[in-house]
């Protein structure tokens, strides 16, 4: 089953979030409706998809996600927007 890693944005508090899912859509709407009490995410309801990178199994989107939250970078996330060839190179992971 296809995974896919997210980054998603809010403007309000000017954050970065990075999450995995099979289903990044409805991932998305759980965040902004905070139907976890204690996630990071609960603190704005106005998140939106920066970047979804698609992967070819869970294994392989848990990888990238922990080595995009491993640069600890607002720039370097930004990066990966500007530069696709970032987001090739992670998919060999």
């Known amino acids: 089953m296809k995974h896919f890693v997210y980054i998603l944005y809010s ?3 000017l954050k970065y979030y ?3 899912s099979a289903f990044p859509v409805k991932r998305l ?10 996630a ?13 990178i698609e992967c070819d199994n869970r294994a392989q989107a848990l990888k990238i996600e ?3 939250k491993s640069m600890k970078s607002t ?16 998919q060999l992971l």
């Open 40 to 52: 990071f995410t609960k603190q704005a309801s106005d998140w939106q998809t920066f970047l979804l």
């Open 75 to 90: 720039k370097y996330i930004q990066n990966l927007t500007k530069y696709p060839e970032m987001v090739d190179k992670l």
């Open 29 to 38: 709407k759980d965040h902004n409706e905070g139907t976890r009490q204690k």
């Open 11 to 13: 403007p309000s508090i």
């Open 66 to 68: 922990k080595k995009i």
């Open 18 to 20: 990075i999450g995995e």
